[in-house]
């Protein structure tokens, strides 16, 4: 059967933190197409340069103390932080396990999608992205669950890429050596619907992962969410009509995405996996809250690292 080629472009801003200190680096891939038949899919990582990072601090207001009364106002007593909770003290302490944390749009008819294949395209897309991101056998570096997610014409090279280390962190989450999962993850963000030009449903997500992590850590790292790495991530999987495209180009094709990350070991995330950081940090959330909000732009996480 005669069929229009699929076609990807995947970016990734890997962002690379130690403390909230991170550096926005953009990765460009080149679009890959599929004819049945005649050509191999391929996939190339080009460096596309550097993104610029803004600072999450806004313009400070209000009156301005006496500072002689400032010295002698007692502190306020930090409140105790429960030990067995690593997201206590954080707004990640009221956010749900990322199953439930990732809310679905209601499904309305796009292009030639009838509302209920659209619904089911989204239900599935939340299921890679949960493959992607929580599955225990990705996290722990096989990539199987995940890759057997998508299209059958892609699943070959996008295994290759996590392997390698080209873009892992683009396509999954692995966790460092030595560290696990110290509690459920937590997520909170959404899932859009638009068309394509070969009228694809493209559905992006737009998501904040909260890993709390259980391993090394520096005895001088004190305060809330000293143990959570926070993975921000704004991908799109894009899924084809079976109306003139063949059977391996039906299923999830990754498209476009970029990532943030705060609280993160650099080197590590560098090659690839969530770790936390190796150097001491005091109250990383303090003043930082913000990167746990969706809402928030991927450039707009601490500059630095």
């Known amino acids: 059967m005669p069929t229009q080629p699929g076609f990807r472009y995947r970016r990734s801003a890997v962002t690379e933190a130690r403390h909230g200190q991170e550096r926005v680096v953009a990765v460009r891939r080149r679009p890959r197409r599929k004819l049945i038949g005649v050509l191999v899919v391929i996939v190339l990582l080009v460096p596309a340069g550097l993104l610029a990072a803004k600072?999450?601090?806004?313009?400070?207001?209000?009156?301005?103390?006496?500072?002689?009364?400032?010295?002698?106002?007692?502190?306020?007593?930090?409140?105790?932080?429960?030990?067995?909770?690593?997201?206590?003290?954080?707004?990640?302490?009221?956010?749900?396990?990322?199953?439930?944390?990732?809310?679905?749009?209601?499904?309305?008819?796009?292009?030639?999608?009838?509302?209920?294949?659209?619904?089911?395209?989204?239900?599935?897309?939340?299921?890679?992205?949960?493959?992607?991101?929580?599955?225990?056998?990705?996290?722990?570096?096989?990539?199987?669950?995940?890759?057997?997610?998508l299209a059958p014409n892609v699943r070959e090279p996008v295994k290759k890429e996590i392997v390698s280390g080209t873009d892992t962190l683009g396509y999954v989450t692995n966790l460092g050596a030595g560290y696990s999962l110290a509690a459920p993850i937590r997520a909170v963000g959404s899932l859009a619907v638009t068309t394509g030009s070969l009228d694809q449903l493209v559905v992006r997500s737009d998501v904040v992962w909260i890993y709390p992590l259980k391993g090394p850590l520096p005895e001088e790292s004190t305060g809330a969410g000293v143990r959570l790495v926070v993975l921000h991530t704004v991908e799109s999987y894009e899924w084809y009509p079976s109306k003139g495209f063949a059977d391996e180009d039906q299923g999830a094709r990754p498209g476009p995405g970029e990532r943030a990350v705060f609280n993160a070991d650099c080197p590590k995330y560098l090659k690839g996996a969530l770790a936390l950081p190796a150097t001491p940090v005091q109250d990383p959330i303090k003043g930082n809250e913000n990167v746990f909000v969706a809402t928030t732009p991927l450039t707009s996480f601490p500059t630095g690292c």
């Open 55 to 149: 600072s999450l601090y806004g313009t400070m207001s209000g009156t301005v103390a006496d500072p002689e009364l400032v010295a002698e106002a007692p502190a306020s007593p930090s409140p105790s932080l429960n030990p067995n909770d690593p997201f206590d003290g954080t707004p990640a302490a009221r956010y749900l396990p990322a199953e439930q944390g990732i809310t679905l749009p209601t499904p309305a008819k796009a292009g030639q999608w009838a509302a209920k294949d659209v619904g089911a395209v989204l239900t599935k897309t939340k299921a890679v992205l949960l493959s992607a991101r929580t599955d225990p056998k990705v996290l722990g570096g096989d990539p199987t669950n995940y890759v057997d997610t």
